[in-house]
């Protein structure tokens, strides 16, 4: 077996942050040609509906439809997947559901507002968003995890109607997905996928109704589509490679944390795996502990193919630096895999999910600690939240003048107004002033 | 004076939904022009720094600089504008800011966090944004109005550096502008505007610091540029034209509902102003009021233009219809001019701000009540919310398991990760499991 060629930096080499900036630079740029073909697919299902629909699943999922009726798969169907599923993944999916509930009903927000002296009341009414799209790719990412996390966080913030889109190629469908969506409690699920499922949910068509937000993982095709239909609905972030820093102090046994790297790593090849520590010798040892297990590793060409082209093994002075380093990078997924990690919490600024001490694996937050896998990448830490409650529900300001309010708040109201040349602003306030 | 020519539908008339479509529908294309020079401009800011920077706003703005220092304006500068602003304005902009700030405190999130029997540890951490940039408008659209409902929340949530940028052309100020910056603290100030500021704030140049975030409004320009940069930072909403929905049961003075009508209108050519009303006779009433008020505005070209193009009088059956309407346009701002307003709150599921009974002029909301009046526009209140201290606070998942917790999960978690083939991650949460 040949050695891990993963890169090796110190954090006090003059071209340190030259190395750095390149191997954290990525930009998905969708290529003109992406543009063109998803421009078209938007436009022809907005216009012929369900007819364009499935002649793009015939064309790209090899799947013939000769009804739209079957566009849907049936709540029985999910049912029967459910039932037929081995009792252990059942009981571990349920398990997972619950959990990631149980957290997310803490990120709940409620209306609130309050009175001033002289009666005036102002807030925010919190509503849930009506009805949500849920994304679900087909083929070899159909990740029933992803359902669980999509999902909850809707249901917890009380969307009514919850939509979900996965593509069955071949009329292949993935029975853990379709166990998922029934423990969750989709409401409606649609055999399709691509842009053409992106522009069904954000247009409608005459069987699948139109939403108010789009969610969900999926391939440039789906990203572009969901790109351009933003604005006529909401959507999440859009999501690039996956990404772990391990930040270890040396006392953690090497086989570990070359797994915890790994485990980001078999994603796909463009996934980033970075430790950081402050011991070269233990710095040493995980590259040897990667060498030999990646061996056992079924996805181990994938995992190699990561960890060498965007993956990197990075020596600090000490662990005050290890903190410079997560602040630059704001990964993804952060592991503090150190004897006080609570300790180093407030000067951590930018990371999606913190995995604190030595038995937080970060494998555990993507299935069933509670908290959500659907985390920001590629630097969006800086400026961007782990999916929640929030990302469905929706505030509109309360403004109840008294009497008196509104001629307090009139005369200075009418002030600015006058400033910036608005004389209707200001003459709708002075109308309710006291004569 | 000619009768104003406003559109009347009844909402029970046969085609009154294709009407509605009609005149609600608005799509902002950005064309492939202006998309071609974004994008030169941006790049070219990306490269070549300020000196792009300096070429552009010498060619846009007929601003010539011969030195990058001039790109800032000094603090002293702002502090002169606010000294020399005439008393009753400056004292009208510290109330608003402060009564903003006072509304926006009520928004701030707390980091929390919470423990299982096993000793489990699961809670989000909320920071706020490093660092931040506010795009302001010059020229006819330079609202000291828009500096406070930017900066303010921004400031609350604990954004520790707020830059601006804001265009001088031919090197024309506008003093309430600066002053405003200097009630709210802007820590820094830009004389740049268009595209190449927003390329400026994105990648940062010699001069003016990177930003993690871009807020505030601007022209066609502006708004693809942010929507180009948009993952190297975060943007907030692209806004559409302004928009108001008066709801009134015909007991409201209707001069009154008139001018709270001209508020939107005299905006610009593409705002819209939609009346509705149970009562067909104060319908009358209301379309006479602005005949005659109309001539008494100094905008009422642009009223008139807007009025006529995509203004509405509606009448409803009942009070329910009227609800029916309100989730149906989704307002920006919706002024509930009835006698008790707070009855119909349930009901209302899509408003960006509800100006609740007869004395709350929407016109109060946009300078002084307290809430934001950065609103979601063109429908986008089905799914998002007003600028809040939320858009300037991030969140990071934290997850620290106890050996007991990392076995119970891990076990899960390991069955789960084998269900989508994913075997490090396997691997990764069995090490951690009790042998």
Redesign the interface.
């Known amino acids: 077996m040949s050695t891990l060629a993963i890169r090796r930096f110190d954090a006090n080499e003059a071209d340190f942050n030259t190395n750095m900036d390149q191997i954290l630079s990525w930009?998905?740029v969708s290529d003109d040609r992406v543009n063109q073909v998803v421009k078209e697919v938007v436009m022809d299902v907005r216009q012929r509906g369900n007819q364009a629909l499935m002649d793009y699943t015939a064309k790209f999922d090899q799947l013939t439809l000769t009804d739209s009726a079957e566009l849907e798969i049936s709540q029985a169907r999910l049912q029967q997947a459910l039932a037929n599923l081995p009792a252990?993944?059942r009981e571990?999916?349920e398990?997972?559901a619950k959990r990631v509930e149980a957290?997310h009903l803490?990120?709940k927000s409620d209306s609130?507002s309050?009175e001033e002296a002289d009666g005036?009341?102002?807030g925010?009414?919190v509503?849930p968003?009506?009805r949500v799209g849920l994304y679900v790719p087909g083929g070899k990412a159909a990740?029933?995890?992803s359902v669980v996390m999509n999902a909850v966080p809707a249901k917890v913030a009380g969307v009514k109607e919850l939509i979900m889109v996965v593509p069955t190629p071949r009329g292949e469908v993935n029975e853990?997905v379709l166990a998922a969506a029934a423990i969750c409690g989709v409401d409606r699920v649609f055999c399709v996928g691509g842009a053409q499922a992106v522009a069904a949910l954000a247009y409608g068509t005459e069987t699948i109704p139109a939403v108010?937000?789009i969610v969900g993982p999926g391939n440039i095709y789906v990203a572009t589509a969901k790109r351009m239909v933003f604005?006529t609905?909401?959507i999440d972030m859009?999501a690039g490679p996956s990404e772990i820093l391990v930040v270890c102090d040396g006392d953690t046994?090497p086989?570990?944390i070359a797994?915890?790297l790994?485990?980001q790593?078999?994603?796909d090849e463009d996934a980033q795996s970075i430790l950081v520590t402050p011991d070269a010798a233990f710095a040493d040892k995980v590259i040897e502990s990667m060498t030999r297990l990646l061996e056992t590793?079924?996805?181990k060409n994938i995992?190699r193919t990561a960890l060498e082209a965007r993956g990197a093994v990075i020596t600090v002075k000490d662990m005050e630096q290890a903190i410079e380093m997560i602040n630059l990078i704001a990964p993804e997924h952060?592991e503090l895999s150190v004897d006080d990690?609570?300790a180093m919490?407030p000067k951590?600024?930018?990371?999606?999910?913190?995995?604190?001490?030595r038995?937080?694996?970060?494998?555990?937050?993507?299935?069933?600690?509670?908290?959500?896998h659907v985390?920001p990448t590629?630097r969006?830490?800086?400026?961007?939240?782990?999916l929640?409650v929030?990302d469905f529900q929706?505030?509109?300001?309360?403004?109840?003048?008294?009497?008196e309010?509104?001629d307090t708040?009139?005369r200075?109201?009418?002030?600015?107004?006058d400033?910036?040349?608005?004389?209707?602003?200001?003459?709708?306030?002075r109308?309710?002033l006291r004569k």
């Open positions: 930009e998905s252990e993944q571990a999916l398990l997972s957290y803490r990120q609130w309050y005036t009341m102002l925010q009414q509503t968003l009506d990740y029933p995890s853990l108010d937000k604005g609905v909401g859009i046994d086989d570990w797994m915890d790994f485990s790593a078999e994603h590793m079924p996805r995992i952060l990690p609570k919490l951590i600024r930018h990371a999606g999910a913190i995995f604190m001490g038995y937080t694996a970060e494998a555990l937050g993507d299935y069933c600690a509670g908290p959500n985390l590629s969006t830490a800086r400026f961007s939240s782990p929640g929030y929706k505030r509109s300001s309360l403004i109840m003048c008294s009497p309010g509104a708040l009139g200075t109201a009418a002030i600015l107004a400033g910036e040349g608005l004389q209707a602003h200001a003459a709708s306030a109308y309710r």
